[in-house]
Structure formats: structure tokens, C-alpha cells
């Protein structure tokens, strides 16, 4: 895949708990810690291994959104995790967050939503691996 750079896409991980609808609406639901913190959090393809271990590590699987960076780009702000959540997270650099209330809610949609992906965790010391490394080979997940 020649072209595409670190950032043509950022990832949304989505607990298997809030299924994404099928059609997106214009507007999904925010978490709870979205909700909390101001904005959506986001992860490169780099980052998304680290996020599936600290957060998700106990589903089964997870949805995942891809969103094209350019469709984004101006609502994004890169900045440093929040390691209260997540204990350290040295070395991943800065995360995405998209900062968009405009005083009608956080949006993220069918309007910036490029695909989606269901990953299954595996078993024992494997977790996320094999669904991240087929994500890979499949050009879904672009690093």
C-alpha cells in the first residue's frame, strides 16, 4: 500500500457491549469516557495493540472504526494519554482526540466513519495478536 502515511486512518475501539448499528446514523452514542473527558479518543494503527491490552483485555471481541484523518484532521488535537487510566504508556507518543461539541454533543458518524471491523481476542498469552495480524495483512489496519 505505497501512499498512505502514519496517519491516513485513526481507530475508535468500540466494546462488544455497544455494537455499532448497521447503517451508521449520523451520530453513535458517546462512552462514558468520552463523555468524561470532553472528546473522543482515538489511536493510531500503532497505538491500537496498547489500547485492546489496557481497556479491552476482557472482551471477547471488539468493533473497531476506521476513520480517514483528512475527514478529522481539524478536530483533532494530539495529546499525551491519560496514564490514570491506564497505568504508563511511555513511548506511544501522542494520542488523537477529536474535539468537536460545538454545543450539540461529541459527533462521530456515518459522515467520518470509513469501515468497520469486528476482532475476536484469542486465547491465552495470544489475546489480540492474531486478529491484529490479520487485520494487518489484509491492508485493514494500516500502519
Known amino acids: 500500500m505505497s501512499g498512505l502515511t502514519l496517519n491516513t486512518f485513526v481507530y475508535k475501539l468500540i466494546p462488544s457491549s455497544a455494537a455499532p448499528p448497521d447503517p451508521l446514523p449520523e451520530r453513535l452514542p458517546v462512552s462514558e469516557l468520552d463523555l468524561q473527558s470532553g472528546y473522543i479518543h482515538l489511536s493510531t494503527s500503532l497505538q491500537v495493540p496498547n489500547t485492546l491490552k489496557y481497556f479491552f483485555s476482557q472482551d471477547t471481541h471488539v468493533y473497531i472504526l476506521r476513520i480517514r484523518y483528512e475527514t478529522v484532521q481539524d478536530k483533532i488535537r494530539w495529546e499525551h494519554p491519560i496514564t490514570k487510566d491506564c497505568g504508563p504508556r511511555g513511548g506511544e507518543g ?6 468537536n ?8 458518524g456515518k459522515d467520518e466513519v470509513e469501515s468497520i471491523k469486528k476482532l475476536e481476542r484469542g486465547a491465552g498469552e495470544d489475546l489480540w495478536v492474531t ?3 490479520a487485520a494487518e495483512e489484509e491492508g485493514w489496519l494500516v500502519y
Open 94 to 99: 501522542l494520542f488523537p482526540h477529536i474535539y
Open 101 to 108: 461539541d460545538e454545543g450539540k454533543g461529541l459527533k462521530l
Open 131 to 133: 486478529a491484529l495480524k
